[in-house]
């Protein structure tokens, strides 16, 4: 059995525990920013195609222990390299730490970088060449303060760039974030789904696929394709049955307005790309002024958050609106509020049933769920 870490967007690990069981992963194990997991080499092509929430999947090829850079090198000068790749395959080396005693994490990559160039030139007389920018193959090592572990990724670019988004608004969500915030919403497909400040429409995109069966890497290539153990024909076989299983692409009960119509525009073009324009229903609107589209459902939404201090005024005064119009418009609904901005729960004057920690990239949001019941939502002020 083989190792493996996804990583994904700290919150959502357990959901990607829960994702991984249901490929086939074996011991698996979530921790802060990612799950452990262990199978074979196939399940690493089929996390990579379906995972919905991973960022990456690494492959575990060593841990051991250290006490010093010379023991780093010789640990990895140890590893048959030459199994894995050849030497015309560019590489990079990136090394992250906890609690480490070692001062330099730029000498450490050094070194790793050496000890794999150094092994793979005495075997066969060439050594690969380094590109920081876009490498054949990523080697990337963490350091705790004992403990020494080097990855090969097996991803490439970020299982996010899922290739079906053409342009972003200002602050874009992440597409296996969008996804994560879909499935910690509890939502299914079939269940209506709305986005009412859709922006660039990441979330009713990730809402279509994952209601029509579409696996999120379909149509892009990994890493593990340059690795000399990939297995074409297995890899074919797995595309050819994830195609086959799609559903057809029929209109679906997932709803998107926005204000503004250039943000509509990008999310019909990015929604034209997946070929999915006509199973998402589009619509321009102010969010303080729609109807529910069905008796109950499921709002989900990432609204804009204030950077400059005017922005921020406008803010303080939409949000109580915003709570209003909830509370009139979508009794019997639940709604998901992904915000950085961490006076909207004072603001929005509803009283969140439940305030999830998630990061966007390097932002820090909570995920608000606030139930929709007429009457009796707002916050009770104290009896003086």
Not at 140 to 163: I, N, S, V
Not at 185 to 204: K, N, R, Y
Not at 206 to 232: Q, Y
Request: hydrophobic share 40%; glycine share 8%.
């Amino acid at each position: 059995m083989e190792r493996f870490f996804a990583t994904c967007p700290r919150g959502l690990e357990l959901i990607l525990a829960g994702e991984l069981r249901l490929l086939g992963a074996e011991k698996v194990h979530a921790v802060g920013g990612g799950v452990h997991f262990g199978g074979d080499i196939l399940l690493c092509y089929r996390a990579n195609l379906a995972s919905r929430v991973a960022s990456r999947i690494l492959w575990q090829v060593s841990t051991d222990r250290y006490r010093d850079e010379d023991d780093i090198y010789r640990r990895a000068y140890a590893l048959p390299w030459t199994d894995w790749f050849d030497a015309a395959r560019t590489i990079r080396v990136d090394v992250t730490a906890t609690k480490s005693p070692l001062t330099s994490l730029n000498f450490v990559t050094l070194k790793i970088k050496d000890a794999v160039c150094d092994k793979i030139r005495r075997l066969t007389g060439r050594r690969p060449s380094v590109d920081t920018h876009q490498p054949n193959i990523s080697i990337q090592a963490h350091l705790t303060d004992r403990d020494f572990t080097l990855y090969l990724d097996t991803t490439g670019e970020p299982l996010f760039k899922r290739g079906k988004r053409i342009a972003a608004g200002e602050a874009p969500l992440r597409e296996n974030l969008a996804a994560g915030i879909l499935r910690l919403a509890g939502w299914e497909p079939g269940i209506p789904v709305l986005d009412p400040m859709c922006g660039s429409g990441t979330i009713l995109l990730e809402a279509a696929l994952m209601a029509l069966d579409i696996a999120p890497g379909l149509g892009r290539h990994f890493a593990f394709e340059k690795f000399k153990n990939f297995d074409g024909r297995r890899w074919r076989e797995l595309l050819q049955r994830s195609q086959a299983q799609q559903r057809p692409k029929t209109p679906l009960a997932i709803y998107g307005s926005d204000l503004s119509a250039d943000a509509l525009k990008t999310a019909r073009a990015n929604l034209a790309v997946a070929g999915l324009e006509r199973a998402v229903n589009l619509k321009q609107a102010n969010v303080l002024e729609i109807s529910a589209p069905a008796k109950e459902g499921i709002i989900v939404t990432n609204p804009p958050y204030g950077v400059r201090l005017g922005e921020q005024r406008e803010l303080a005064e939409f949000y109580p609106k915003l709570g209003d119009a909830l509370k009139k418009n979508f009794a019997g609904w639940r709604a998901y509020i992904l915000s950085a901005d961490m006076r909207l729960p004072k603001l929005i004057r509803l009283a969140a049933s439940k305030r999830t920690p998630l990061f966007n990239g390097a932002l820090e949001c909570r995920l608000f769920e606030y139930k929709m019941v007429a009457g009796g939502m707002r916050k009770k002020k104290a009896e003086a």
